[in-house]
């Protein structure tokens, strides 16, 4: 196994298209066709973990934060990154960046915090634009099931927990062969008729090229009558936030003390509470402020998340629990969900979870 493998299955778990604008998701050092020795999973990766992984025999450090957010001008070992990336070249060590890709996938970053919470009914908060596409395409009727099957298989027809997917209606396609063609059926300067199937099919937008791909080899036609089209509908397991409910209805200072307890948070900072019975959450890894309207939207009774602003804790409008259980605290089980995704696909393959605690943040409590 080489390290191109483990991030083709990471792109296949998160892909970098999902990516927020300003991230830096993906390989960062490293070779992709380089033997892969071993594999260390971190929340960061700092200079520590670096040391780590060399000691422990591991060639890639799989993190969920990106060690270089913008363009390096320079790498002198000024400070934390230049000397983290300094190190990773120097010891032929791969990092792997699978941040807000990770966030806007349903069982990613929030969807972890919601399992362990205990939620049940989970949905994305807020579904992400633009992630579904769909394919118009006409095919001889006899030849219909090889290229609908050869579409399936390069991922298009999934809808939620359906796969293989599609719309079909039947017509009659007309075409006329020109000079130095060699039509499937029909025969050059003879217009021709032909029973045809209109075959529709959606598919994550990612996957164009694959689906594409599919369609040309399957499809007898010299030249393929087709169309791409870019849908409104929001994919059901692609955005940002997780939404579910608690199994049993809980007061808010056993939902809080419940928080403590999960997430080993010393101290939460949180909206004044609001009288109302927790029955409906909403929870978001990392900063997630920018979710609070969605959250009064949805009628939920709690949001989770962190790195709140003072003048934002005001935007819940008395309307719901914010509950800010910090940044690391609310992504550090994104580490098992990493270890978990990498030993089923890898079971005789080494995935170490790191031993070292990244979190820049101390709590000194009395």
């Not at 070992?77 to 990092?95: F, L, P």
């Not at 099919?201 to 087709?226: C, M, N, Q, T």
Request: aromatic share 8%; with cysteine; hydrophobic share 40%.
């Amino acid at each position: 196994m080489n390290i191109g493998d483990v991030a083709i299955f990471l792109e296949q778990m998160a892909h970098p298209s999902l990516q927020e604008s300003y991230d830096n998701a993906g390989l960062i050092t490293g070779d992709h066709a380089a033997a892969c020795t071993g594999i260390l999973v971190a929340l960061d990766a700092t200079e520590e973990v670096i040391h780590e992984a060399e000691a422990r025999n591991c060639n890639m450090v799989i993190a969920h934060h990106p060690i270089v957010f913008r363009g390096l001008k320079r790498i002198t070992g000024s400070n934390y990154v230049e000397r983290t990336i300094i190190q990773a070249i120097k010891k032929d060590i791969a990092i792997y960046a699978i941040h807000t890709n990770l966030d806007n996938v349903l069982h990613g970053v929030s969807g972890m915090i919601a399992i362990r919470l205990g939620l049940q009914n989970l949905a994305v908060l807020e579904p992400r634009p633009g992630t579904l596409k769909k394919l118009y395409t006409y095919v001889p009727t006899t030849q219909l099931e090889k290229v609908r099957q050869s579409l399936f298989e390069a991922g298009a027809g999934q809808i939620g927990n359906y796969s293989e997917c599609s719309f079909n209606t039947p017509g009659k396609g007309t075409f006329k062969a020109g000079p130095g063609t060699d039509p499937f059926v029909g025969k050059q300067g003879q217009l021709h008729q032909e029973e045809e199937t209109k075959l529709e099919v959606i598919f994550p937008s990612w996957l164009e090229k694959k689906v594409l791909s599919g369609l040309r080899a399957s499809h007898p036609y010299e030249e393929i009558a087709f169309e791409v089209i870019t849908l409104d509908n929001m994919h059901s397991e692609f955005g940002a936030g997780v939404i579910g409910e608690m199994p049993e209805p809980v007061e808010e200072a056993q939902f809080l003390q419940r928080l403590h307890t999960i997430f080993g948070v010393p101290v939460i900072r949180h909206t004044r509470h609001t009288g109302k019975v927790i029955q409906k959450v909403a929870v978001c890894g990392g900063a997630g402020s920018f979710l609070t309207a969605r959250a009064l939207a949805a009628g939920v009774q709690a949001f989770v998340s962190s790195d709140f602003k003072y003048h934002e804790f005001f935007d819940a409008e008395d309307r719901l629990l914010v509950a800010d259980i910090g940044h690391y605290e609310s992504e550090q089980f994104t580490i098992d969900l990493l270890k978990q995704k990498l030993e089923e696909k890898f079971p005789n393959f080494a995935v170490l979870k790191t031993g070292v605690n990244t979190n820049p943040v101390h709590y000194s409590c009395q």
